[in-house]
């Protein structure tokens, strides 16, 4: 049995929320955020500072931030595309701050209006500033297997935007599968091709599971030794910008897979089996995740 601690990052408030027909208010975000505080994820992305015509499922960062009172210990971050979110987001009082770099230059464009060297280059300032007012910061590499507009993303390209994003002071990089176009073998060999050069504490994934292999594919990273995860409960989620953008891996699926494994999380499954039921109630839509149904006829 293995007990390392694998560190679960819930993104569903944010990711699994973004591109919903139900459009959830603040306060009822709010309430979900403190269910899964409840259920002791370690970590939550709780809201995007964005632009609410963009994406208007996300409008209220404020208001989600401000009303968070009792965290419990759980990590709280923040999406940020640009510099007058990231201002925005200080303000409001977000203390880990998340970039949303794409490895492609017509993601950039289609998801935050930049090309990719701008886009670089504010991440890297937005890192810069949060990082003098000593803010925690992580950074995604979206499209970082394939790029729904570009196709195939070289390793090279992945690593160079790392490179730069961690030069700057970036506590973490997030490789992200925004379409779910990776596999086992292409998701272990770009891991394996980072953690030659930097340090696999400071590595995470974030698999949306459109052919259904964002299991398979923690699998493979958790064999290059990451041992960090986004996803979404209830498999909720996608970029509205990324055509192809289907749900993130389940929560529930994933944590039962890590325990099963014999991996610590420190999540409760049974609650978090509960939160799939209320969103499914609040979105008015069954969900995607597999665990939940088993789990209640389990009871
Ligand atoms: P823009 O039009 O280039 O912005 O949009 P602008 O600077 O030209 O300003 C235009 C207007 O937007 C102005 O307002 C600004 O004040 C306002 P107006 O004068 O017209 O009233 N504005 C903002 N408002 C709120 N928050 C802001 C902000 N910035 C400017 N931060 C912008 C650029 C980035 C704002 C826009 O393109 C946008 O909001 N995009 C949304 C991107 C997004 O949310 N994508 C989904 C999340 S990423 C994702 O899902 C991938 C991920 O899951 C990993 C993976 O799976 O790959 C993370
Ligand atoms: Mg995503």
Redesign the pocket.
Known sequence: MNSEFVYINE?GP??GL??QKTILDSEARLELINYLIDAKLPGIEVA????????PA?EGAREIIKGLVHTKGCEISV????M???E?AHEAGAEII?V?P?ATETMNQK????GLEETIESSCNIIKSAKSSNLKTRA?V???WECPYEGKVEGSTVLNIANQLLSAGADEI?L????GAANPASVGSLFKKCVEEFDHNILSG?F?DTRAMALANVCAALAEGIRKF?SCIGGL??????PG?AG?LATEDLANMLNQMGYETDVDLQKLSEIVGYCSDQLKAPLGGRMSAWLSKEK
């Open positions: 993104v944010r990711d973004q591109n995007s500072f964005v632009n609410p015509k963009a994406v996300m999406l940020v595309p640009n007058k979110g990231f925005m998340t949303v794409s998801n935050i209006n930049m995604y979206s499209v970082a997030i992200a599968d925004t379409i974030h949306h986004d989620g996608g970029c509205p910008f990324a953008a993130n």
